[in-house]
């Protein structure tokens, strides 16, 4: 099969539409390009399977040059049989290619290389026979290869050395080590023990065994940990029997020849020496490798629901870092994002100054007209929070305030682009502006964040650094680029993920945009240094110019079809002042009328392009964003102690894992709803049916304030609503 069937396949999709999707890969487009430009190429295939399409092309593609690599190496030997050649192209993993490739690999000085140097291969193959009747005793045969000066000292010495040649024989037979492999994974069982290091909160895993075909990866990754921090002792018993079993019945044959025996020991040191470690560390990498990715998965599922939440617009909202010792950071934002105030306060212990706090954050209220608070959920935030709930409780101010997750702030205080934005900053000033902006766009200002830092992943600092790198920013390009950004107003973080924008060409956007002013077209950006025609060809309909002579530059029409758009404007006698003010109203419905089929015929275009300029005039610079659900504001404070079973609350999907989500309920510590608790009907994983950020109702099921747990259900039973 071709790669192209394969992925056919796999993906469950036609193969021309995968041809023709790989071929468009292939001309250097990118992923959010071909999504939403190149729907009739592709057959309307979205971002998340075509970088599924596109992770697995890479990977065939890797195994495809695997193969040309091992059948040169083998070559280069004067070793590539017909036979060789059909089993490596039909090898489907790196592993089966390297089982291949395994005995004729250059080795490192074993007990079976020492063996051959010593002469006793022919001993070896005369063993591994079995013949009925050698003629004479094994010693006596062994003793035919006695040479002292090569260090074989007697017929035991020559046995052993024969032994281990077959030994390691067994072990680099391809189709054993498959089959070992598969019988492991069938019947193996991974056990974590007590490493002897005190309590943890890996006690759970402190006698634990589980069949390696049904651990959770959830709790691979936690085994995982726990034994990297020296907490477990971890081993997996492979059901050595029934794979012993496997291999004495494919090397050790039939009928009494003497030196059954001798293959019978071969295969025990064989598996017990070389094959088990060797199969148990493969498996153990595989669990670790599909567990990452599903954590991969889970964590870049969290991040884009995150980057994708509503936005707060035309809000006037105050930024709440709160601290201790060096107080509180308060940054007041206009409705632009623009920072028009900051201040410090002192309303926490060990200063506890709460009149002059409170006259203060309420100069700042009055005077700007601050309509929301975000406080940061760190250090001192339930202290922030009940000053805050109590101050605008008292004053009576049309007011509210909401939690918003200070990860990753920190890194963003104190990174460059922090100080370049805000150079008469300290650090926790900075982290107030964009504890503030989260609020107000949280895609925007988000992205000034390395995407692992943002806090919504289940085990990500255990993850293969490159690959979370790689899934998280493909995350964060289809999030930017399915909104659309302002080209005159958006940062080089947000630049520098639209798509065929890289980071120097974002560089370079923005300082042209300081020497000129801003941008009056989208065709201007062909002037910036390095942006060529295929990276503006890539970029250009992500890109807004609001304000722009061409009144497409402000939609999300490509400049490819703006032809056909304005053919279907006068198809109706529509004029494009219409577009400015607000939309071309009942487009839709006339084209349905007419018939699609026939208009896309006359235009030259595809219906799904059709469809995407009808619903770009109709709502030109629509945020989609805006039909997701707005953040929950509150105006007065819970605390853990209040808390009591069968309480019916309302609170915000923080963060979604393998075996439960997290919910804001307004108490300093989220609480989890375990999978069990989600839905009345059976589900595989809670982002089945939760979101970060989906508001929901819970009721409180237990409450351990020492260890401040707090166990929440979302089957409210009907008595209690």
């Known amino acids: 099969m071709t790669i192209e069937q394969i992925l056919a396949d796999e993906l469950k999709l036609k193969e021309e539409q995968v041809v023709r999707t790989v071929e468009l890969i292939d001309e250097g487009n990118t992923i959010p390009f071909i999504a939403r430009y190149r729907k009739e190429v592709t057959g309307s295939l979205d971002d998340t399977v075509l970088r599924d399409l596109y992770d697995r092309l890479n990977y065939l593609r890797g195994i495809e040059k695997r193969r040309e690599e091992v059948k040169n190496l083998i070559a280069a030997q004067d070793k590539l049989t017909p036979e060789l050649v059909a089993a490596i192209d039909a090898a489907q993993t790196m592993t089966e290619v390297d089982d291949i490739y395994r005995p004729f690999r250059p080795k490192r000085k074993t007990r079976a290389s020492v063996a051959r140097e010593r002469g006793l291969e022919p001993l070896a193959d005369l063993l591994?026979?079995?013949?009925?009747?050698?003629?004479?005793?094994?010693d006596e045969l062994a003793a035919e290869y006695i040479d002292e000066e090569k260090g074989v000292a007697d017929a035991a010495s020559a046995l052993a050395g024969a032994r281990d040649i077959i030994a390691e024989n067994i072990s680099d037979n391809a189709s054993c080590r498959k089959s070992v492999r598969t019988l492991t994974m069938e019947y193996g069982v991974l056990v974590s023990k007590d490493a002897g290091e005190g309590t943890s909160v890996y006690e759970q895993y402190y006698d634990f065994s589980e069949k390696v075909k049904k651990i959770l990866p959830h709790r691979?990754?936690?085994?995982?940990?726990?034994?990297?921090?020296?907490?477990?002792?971890?081993?997996?018993?492979?059901?050595?029997?029934?794979?012993?079993?496997?291999?004495?019945?494919?090397?050790?044959?039939?009928?009494?020849?003497?030196?059954?025996?001798?293959?019978?020991a071969?295969?025990?040191?064989?598996?017990?020496?070389?094959?088990?470690?060797?199969?148990?560390?493969?498996?153990?990498?595989?669990?670790?490798?599909?567990?990452?990715?599903?954590?991969?998965?889970?964590?870049?599922?969290?991040?884009?629901?995150?980057?994708?939440?509503?936005?707060?617009?035309?809000?006037?909202?105050?930024?709440?870092?709160?601290?201790?010792?060096?107080?509180?950071?308060?940054?007041?934002?206009?409705?632009?994002?623009?920072?028009?105030?900051?201040?410090?306060?002192?309303?926490?212990?060990?200063?506890?100054?709460?009149?002059?706090?409170?006259?203060?954050?309420?100069?700042?209220?009055?005077?700007?007209?601050?309509?929301?608070?975000?406080?940061?959920?760190?250090?001192?935030?339930?202290?922030?929070?009940?000053?805050?709930?109590?101050?605008?409780?008292?004053?009576?101010?049309?007011?509210?305030?909401?939690?918003?997750?200070?990860?990753?702030?920190?890194?963003?205080?104190?990174?460059?682009?922090?100080?370049?934005?805000?150079p008469d900053f300290d650090v926790t000033q900075r982290s107030a502006v964009s504890i503030a902006r989260r609020l107000?766009?949280?895609?925007?200002?988000?992205?000034?964040?390395?995407?692992?830092?943002?806090?919504?992943?289940?085990?990500?600092?255990?993850?293969?650094?490159?690959?979370?790198?790689?899934?998280?920013?493909?995350?964060?390009?289809?999030?930017?680029?399915?909104?659309?950004?302002?080209?005159?107003?958006?940062?080089?973080?947000?630049?520098?993920?639209?798509?065929?924008?890289?980071?120097?060409?974002?560089?370079?956007?923005?300082?042209?945009?300081?020497?000129?002013?801003?941008?009056?077209?989208?065709?201007?950006?062909l002037k910036v240094p390095r942006l060529g025609a295929k990276a503006y060809e890539q970029c250009a309909g992500f890109l807004r110019v609001v304000g722009s002579d061409e009144v497409l530059d402000a939609t999300g029409v490509h400049p490819e079809s703006y032809g056909a758009a304005r053919a279907l404007l006068g198809m109706f006698d529509y004029d494009e002042s219409e577009i400015r003010r607000g939309g071309v109203k009942l487009l839709g419905k006339k084209v349905a009328e007419m018939g699609k089929s026939k208009i896309c015929s006359e235009l030259g275009i595809g219906e799904p392009t059709l469809d995407d300029i009808v619903n770009e005039l109709e709502k030109p610079g629509r945020d989609i964003r805006d039909d997701f659900e707005a953040p929950l504001l509150r105006d007065d404070v819970l605390d853990i102690n209040s808390l009591k079973e069968g309480m019916i609350l309302t609170g915000t999907v923080r963060n979604v894992i393998d075996f439960g989500a997290f919910v804001d309920i307004g108490v300093h510590q989220d609480g989890l709803v375990h999978i069990s608790r989600i839905s009345n009907k059976f589900i595989k994983h809670p982002s089945e049916v939760l979101a970060v950020g989906d508001v929901v109702k819970v009721q409180v099921l237990s409450v351990d304030v020492q260890k401040k747990r707090i166990a929440l259900t979302m089957k409210i039973k009907e008595d209690a609503q």
Do not use: W
């Not at 206009?334 to 506890?352: F, R, S």
């Open 440 to 525: 107000q766009d949280p895609l925007a200002e988000l992205v000034k964040i390395e995407p692992k830092a943002v806090g919504v992943g289940q085990y990500q600092h255990d993850m293969k650094p490159a690959r979370l790198d790689e899934a998280l920013t493909g995350v964060v390009e289809d999030c930017v680029n399915s909104v659309g950004i302002d080209l005159n107003t958006a940062s080089y973080s947000l630049l520098s993920y639209v798509s065929g924008i890289s980071k120097p060409i974002a560089k370079n956007i923005v300082k042209y945009r300081e020497d000129n002013g801003e941008f009056e077209s989208r065709s201007e950006l």
């Open 266 to 422: 071969a295969v025990d040191d064989s598996y017990d020496r070389l094959i088990a470690p060797s199969v148990e560390r493969e498996i153990r990498n595989d669990l670790t490798d599909n567990a990452s990715e599903g954590a991969i998965k889970v964590f870049s599922d969290n991040l884009k629901h995150l980057l994708m939440q509503s936005p707060l617009k035309g809000k006037t909202v105050m930024g709440f870092d709160p601290g201790y010792r060096t107080g509180c950071k308060l940054a007041v934002v206009d409705k632009t994002g623009k920072v028009i105030d900051t201040a410090v306060i002192y309303p926490t212990k060990p200063q506890e100054r709460i009149a002059e706090s409170t006259r203060i954050v309420s100069g700042l209220i009055r005077k700007y007209g601050v309509e929301v608070i975000a406080i940061g959920n760190g250090t001192a935030s339930k202290e922030s929070e009940i000053f805050i709930a109590g101050l605008l409780r008292d004053a009576g101010f049309n007011c509210k305030y909401t939690m918003v997750s200070e990860a990753g702030a920190s890194v963003y205080s104190a990174s460059k682009l922090g100080a370049e934005e805000f």
């Open 128 to 138: 591994f026979e079995q013949l009925p009747d050698y003629g004479k005793t094994l």
């Open 220 to 264: 691979v990754l936690a085994i995982n940990r726990g034994e990297k921090e020296g907490f477990l002792k971890v081993s997996l018993e492979p059901g050595s029997e029934i794979v012993k079993t496997y291999l004495y019945r494919k090397f050790v044959k039939e009928g009494d020849s003497p030196a059954k025996a001798q293959v019978a």
